[in-house]
């Protein structure tokens, strides 16, 4: 009796043509999730160089000037009618943080003058006293809105930039990363960071 053969385009995959496609499959995920890993640790490098760049040129205002940005009191006699003069008392308040730009900008030590966005997410602005007055002195944050009061990075993006840093500590070094409110342990619990929470939870603070 004669068999029927199958015809060769309705035969089955083996389990070897199987696995085979499935190592592809694997190999071709870890390389995109790698590559979204290199994508992120190449923005924390990008963040780190920002922040130190914004800070070198607010330092050179004050070493020019006298005065913080944004803070000074003879910021209209400097450059004219175009800025509005701060209050002088060395602290940079919610009102004066958006001049920051303006006498930065009138000085020749910034392109714009509006906060500029920063390369992890969010804006980078200048803050007095941050977290209700929690910190003394001037900080550069970066934060989703001109005040400092609204998270821009996930918890991963903040430890990311901590470790660049060579900081494990969330509160303590170089950068200071906190929560918000109620919402606080979404960042991190004080000693560790809350990778299970993926959406921005976290500020990340420099001293000026």
Same mark, same amino acid.
């Given at each position: ?54 800070? +070198? ?19 209209? /006699?400097?450059?004219?009618? *175009?800025?509005?003069?701060?209050? %002088? ?14 006498? +930065? ?7 714009? /003058?509006?906060? !500029? !966005? ?11 006293? !941050?977290?209700? *007055?929690?910190?003394? %002195? ?7 809105? @001109? ?20 900081? !494990?500590? @969330? ?23 809350? +990778?299970?929470?993926?959406? @921005?939870?976290?500020?990340?603070? +420099?001293?000026?």
């Amino acid at each position: 009796m004669k068999k029927n053969k199958i015809p060769r385009r309705l035969r089955a995959f083996s389990l070897i043509e199987i696995s085979i496609a499935l190592i592809i499959i694997g190999l071709i995920t870890a390389a995109v999730f790698k590559g979204q890993d290199l994508i992120e640790t190449a923005r924390v490098q990008a963040t780190i160089e920002e922040l130190n760049q914004v800070k +070198l040129s607010i330092l050179n205002y004050r070493d020019q000037f006298g005065q913080w940005p944004g803070n000074d009191s003879r910021a209209r /006699d400097h450059f004219g009618l *175009g800025v509005t003069s701060g209050s %002088g008392d060395g602290t940079i308040n919610q009102t004066e943080s958006t001049q920051v730009w303006r006498h +930065l900008k009138a000085a020749g030590l910034a392109e714009s /003058d509006h906060a !500029p !966005p920063c390369r992890i997410g969010g804006i980078i602005t200048i803050v007095g006293k !941050p977290a209700g *007055g929690a910190y003394a %002195g001037n900080w550069l944050v970066i934060s989703n809105s @001109p005040d400092g009061s609204t998270a821009a990075l996930t918890p991963k993006q903040a430890m990311l930039l901590k470790a660049k840093a060579g900081e !494990p500590h @969330p509160q303590e070094g170089y950068f200071i990363v906190m929560g918000l409110g109620n919402s606080a342990s979404n960042c991190h619990n004080g000693q560790t960071f809350n +990778l299970a929470h993926k959406s @921005p939870a976290c500020i990340v603070m +420099l001293r000026l």
